[in-house]
């Protein structure tokens, strides 16, 4: 008989990387193959809501796992690596197999934090740890004194975007033909996101270029937002989207002509990633995984966090150069295709798999 895996993570109703990737991972063959079955711990609701769906699924937990092989437990930020503890527990108790997938954006609030402690029994357990980036793998292997060789290296997917998300990247005549002179950004408008920052930049060029405009599809600080860009006098060039999905988010990007996320700290950003599958020209941050296939002006355009400066050059020279952005959409459509394709990521997880039960 096939060995079985439970997957321990948030609810595929949450907004979020971690729902993403494991939506992505529920599509590969490994899926199948392992008898994968998600248990779902937490949902931005209500407390009430919240405590509900860390009984039910620890009380569903302890029911199924006596008859799994594996336990995949994904955890970002302290509440959700303290959420997993009694997951992670019980599961050693009995000698079952573990990977800790580890989302994080920031040492600060996690390993080099007051809850290193956490992070560090969880860790310690489990049999292989799983990092975003080369970045996060050499951060938990020093945090680990690791001489085992435990952490590993899997990519976040892009999103498949074809036939409600089939198995093909966006065509080329689709991505080739923007429609309209935007620049788009994704994700929750926090200031850890730079949110500001493409505000800023942008006022600096927006009166040299009165048929662009930026757009901010996302939650968070709307009103905040809306205000700076009344202050910059671009709030006419200015559009907030809110949250976006399913056919609202196709739409913003398949509208988009640039993507830009200036952001300070990351996992791997799942919005760069569904820049890519999109086919988009991304502006970023070299935080995070990015570094470890950024090349500045061949495949991405780089500028530090928090450089505003660097920024509107950065925004200047994509929307007046368009051969510039024709060669980087080009090597957006490489990653989507190769590196960062999900059937690409799905293999390796099925070889971790592998690896556990050889």
Same mark, same amino acid.
């Given at each position: 008989?096939?060995?079985?895996?439970?997957?321990?993570? #948030?609810?595929?109703? #949450?907004?979020?990387?971690?729902?993403?990737?494991?939506?992505?991972?529920?599509?590969?063959?490994?899926?199948?193959?392992?008898?994968? @079955?998600?248990?779902?711990?937490?949902?931005?609701?209500?407390?009430?809501? %919240?405590?509900?769906?860390?009984?039910?699924?620890?009380?569903?937990?302890?029911? +199924?796992?006596?008859?799994?092989?594996?336990?995949?437990?994904?955890?970002?930020? *302290? *509440?959700?690596?303290?959420?997993?503890? *009694?997951?992670?527990? +019980?599961?050693?108790?009995? !000698?079952?197999?573990?990977?800790?997938?580890?989302?994080?954006?920031?040492?600060?609030?996690?390993?080099?934090?007051?809850?290193?402690?956490?992070?560090?029994?969880?860790?310690?357990?489990?049999?292989?740890?799983? #990092?975003?980036?080369?970045?996060?793998?050499?951060?938990?292997?020093?945090?680990?004194?690791?001489?085992? !060789?435990?952490?590993?290296?899997?990519?976040?997917?892009?999103?498949?975007?074809?036939?409600?998300?089939?198995?093909?990247?966006?065509?080329?005549?689709?991505?080739?033909?923007?429609?309209?002179?935007?620049?788009?950004?994704?994700?929750?408008?926090?200031? @850890?996101? !730079?949110?500001?920052?493409?505000?800023?930049?942008?006022?600096?060029?927006? +009166?040299?270029?009165?048929?662009?405009?930026?757009?901010?599809?996302?939650? !968070?600080?709307?009103?905040?937002?809306?205000?700076?860009?009344?202050?910059?006098?671009?709030?006419?060039?200015?559009?907030?989207?809110?949250?976006?999905?399913?056919?609202?988010?196709?739409?913003?990007? @398949?509208?988009?002509?640039?993507?830009?996320?200036?952001?300070?700290?990351?996992?791997?950003?799942?919005?760069? +990633?569904?820049?890519?599958?999109?086919?988009? *020209?991304?502006?970023?941050?070299?935080?995070?995984?990015?570094?470890?296939?950024?090349?500045?002006?061949?495949?991405?355009?780089?500028?530090?966090?928090?450089?505003?400066?660097?920024?509107?050059?950065?925004?200047?020279?994509?929307?007046?150069?368009? %051969?510039?952005?024709?060669?980087?959409?080009?090597?957006?459509?490489?990653?989507?295709?190769?590196?960062?394709?999900?059937?690409?990521?799905?293999?390796?997880?099925? %070889?971790?798999?592998?690896?556990?039960?050889?």
């Amino acid at each position: 008989m096939s060995p079985k895996v439970l997957v321990i993570a #948030t609810s595929r109703k #949450t907004r979020g990387g971690i729902t993403s990737v494991v939506l992505a991972h529920e599509k590969g063959l490994q899926w199948d193959d392992y008898h994968c @079955r998600w248990i779902e711990t937490h949902r931005d609701k209500s407390a009430i809501v %919240k405590l509900w769906y860390f009984i039910k699924a620890f009380f569903q937990y302890l029911f +199924l796992f006596p008859f799994y092989d594996i336990v995949h437990i994904h955890l970002s930020e *302290p *509440p959700s690596a303290i959420r997993k503890l *009694p997951f992670m527990w +019980l599961a050693k108790f009995f !000698g079952k197999k573990t990977i800790v997938h580890f989302h994080s954006f920031s040492t600060e609030t996690t390993i080099d934090g007051k809850w290193a402690w956490v992070y560090k029994y969880e860790f310690s357990r489990a049999d292989i740890v799983i #990092t975003l980036s080369e970045y996060w793998k050499e951060k938990v292997t020093c945090f680990l004194n690791d001489g085992k !060789g435990k952490v590993r290296v899997v990519y976040n997917p892009c999103p498949n975007i074809n036939k409600q998300w089939g198995n093909t990247p966006l065509a080329d005549s689709d991505v080739m033909m923007p429609r309209r002179n935007v620049i788009l950004y994704a994700g929750t408008i926090t200031p @850890r996101k !730079g949110y500001a920052d493409l505000i800023k930049a942008f006022a600096k060029i927006a +009166l040299y270029h009165k048929d662009w405009m930026i757009a901010f599809a996302g939650n !968070g600080e709307i009103e905040k937002g809306k205000a700076l860009a009344e202050e910059l006098g671009i709030s006419s060039q200015t559009l907030f989207l809110g949250w976006c999905a399913g056919a609202d988010k196709d739409r913003a990007f @398949r509208e988009a002509t640039i993507f830009c996320l200036p952001s300070y700290a990351e996992g791997f950003p799942m919005a760069v +990633l569904d820049a890519w599958a999109y086919g988009l *020209p991304v502006i970023t941050t070299p935080v995070g995984g990015i570094p470890d296939v950024a090349k500045d002006g061949e495949n991405m355009l780089l500028f530090d966090s928090g450089d505003v400066d660097a920024l509107t050059q950065c925004l200047e020279r994509m929307i007046n150069d368009t %051969k510039l952005r024709v060669k980087i959409a080009e090597a957006s459509k490489v990653f989507a295709n190769n590196t960062f394709n999900a059937t690409v990521v799905n293999r390796c997880v099925g %070889k971790i798999y592998n690896e556990l039960m050889a």
